[in-house]
Structure formats: structure tokens, C-alpha cells
T-cell receptor, first 114, second 114 residues
Framework: AQKITQTQPGMFVQEKEAVTLDCTYD???????LFWYKQPSSGEMIFLIY??????QNATEGRYSLNFQKARKSANLVISASQLGDSAMYFC???????????FGTGTSLTVIP | DVKVTQSSRYLVKRTGEKVFLECVQD?????MFWYRQDPGLGLRLIYF?????MKEKGDIPEGYSVSREKKERFSLILESASTNQTSMYLC????WGQGAEKLFFGSGTQLSVL
């Protein structure tokens, strides 16, 4: 079975500081996709960033970047210059190539402190 | 604006009742998914479908069934609701692909089984 591990149930960060949310994955597939989603208290799931397993460059989207280390099977999310609105649950997910299933980690609750 | 619509935001049912959760997407997506979200457990895949009348079991299909008679609609059925099925249920859809095709989520249904 595919497995996504997020080892940080809760994190705190000072406003304007950077923070790294950890994600490791376990798969025997060669081709896969890695995604990060944000879930604020309103409950909506917001797509943040995508990394393909064959992408050589780390993905970036504005203040979000993905630190992809394929050999270590890790896909950590880095949020730069944290804002109060970044307080939310963050989920790491992996998409398998066959069947296109998406598997999620248990999430990290991020709190940004003023 | 693209949309995944879940029919109910909150639902209260009795033990033993048959429960239908409906999900409709307007994006002509091939893939549709049902997840349940519980604190500390993240999102767990119940069932998914990659085509009309096709369905595949996810990680926790026991006690659930699904129906996909039309491409845009994916229904989750609890044949005989039990208290341990009290949870947030999230429907999602995506295009079929190997690239950055991401999941689009509905706003969720909070189901309480009494």
C-alpha cells in the first residue's frame, strides 16, 4: 500500500518567518505526482503546489516551494514569509500513475503567531 | 468557475438508516473520489471511479458502496449507517493524467450518525 507520512501534527511559526512542513512517501512506482493542499478552518481544500517524480527542479508557486529529495522519498513544503492567513491544516498527497488514486498524509496543523 | 458540489453540508441520521451522499462535478472529469476525514487520520480513500459505471475500492470500503451512472455524478451509499461512520466526507474529481492534474474538492458533508 502507498503511504504518506507527515510526522508533525502541529507546528508554530512567527509571522514573516519561513517554515518547513515535512512529508515522506513510500512507493514502488517510478512515475508519480506529489501535491500539497491547504485546509483552512472553513474546511475547503486549496491546492498549493505540484511536483512530478521526473521533475529535476523543485517546484515553486509564489511563497510556496517544494523541497523534493527523490532518493530520500521526501517532499517537504517550505512557506516563506509566513502570514496570519497561512494558519491552517496542510496535507501532503501522492498520485499513483495506475488508477490515478490520490493518497493523503495525516496533515500538519500550522499556527502563525503575530 | 469550476465546481464540485456536495448535496448537503450537514446531515444527521439514525443508526441503521440507508444514507446517500451525492456529488456532482461540472468539469467533465473522468476521475471521482470519496474520502472521509477524521482528526489525526487525515483523508482516507473510500472508493474512486475513473469512468461511468466503473468503481474501485480504496483503503476503507467496508460499510460503503458507490454508484456512478453518469459522468458528472458520483454517489456514496452507507447501506446501514453506524456510529463509527460519523465523519466528514469529501468528494473530489480530477482529470485522468500523469502530470499536474490536481484534485478539485467539494465543500464536504459532515455526517453524524446517532
Amino acid at each position: 500500500a502507498q503511504k504518506i507520512t507527515q510526522t508533525q501534527p502541529g507546528m508554530f511559526v512567527q509571522e514573516k518567518e519561513a517554515v518547513t512542513l515535512d512529508c515522506t512517501y513510500d512507493t514502488s512506482d517510478q512515475s508519480y505526482g506529489l501535491f500539497w493542499y491547504k485546509q483552512p478552518s472553513s474546511g475547503e481544500m486549496i491546492f498549493l503546489i505540484y511536483q512530478g517524480s521526473y521533475d529535476e527542479q523543485n517546484a515553486t508557486e509564489g511563497r510556496y516551494s517544494l523541497n523534493f529529495q527523490k532518493a530520500r522519498k521526501s517532499a517537504n513544503l517550505v512557506i516563506s514569509a509566513s502570514q496570519l492567513g497561512d494558519s491552517a491544516m496542510y496535507f501532503c498527497a501522492m498520485r499513483r500513475p495506475t488508477g490515478n488514486q490520490f493518497y493523503f498524509g495525516t496533515g500538519t496543523s500550522l499556527t502563525v503567531i503575530p | 468557475d469550476v465546481k464540485v458540489t456536495q448535496s448537503s453540508r450537514y446531515l444527521v441520521k439514525r443508526t441503521g438508516e440507508k444514507v446517500f451522499l451525492e456529488c456532482v462535478q461540472d468539469m467533465d472529469h473522468e476521475n471521482m473520489f470519496w474520502y472521509r476525514q477524521d482528526p489525526g487520520l487525515g483523508l482516507r480513500l473510500i472508493y474512486f471511479s475513473y469512468d461511468v459505471k466503473m468503481k474501485e475500492k480504496g483503503d476503507i470500503p467496508e460499510g460503503y458502496s458507490v454508484s456512478r451512472e453518469k459522468k458528472e455524478r458520483f454517489s456514496l451509499i452507507l447501506e446501514s449507517a453506524s456510529t463509527n461512520q460519523t465523519s466528514m466526507y469529501l468528494c473530489a474529481s480530477s482529470l485522468w493524467g500523469q502530470g499536474a492534474e490536481k484534485l478539485f474538492f467539494g465543500s464536504g458533508t459532515q455526517l453524524s450518525v446517532l
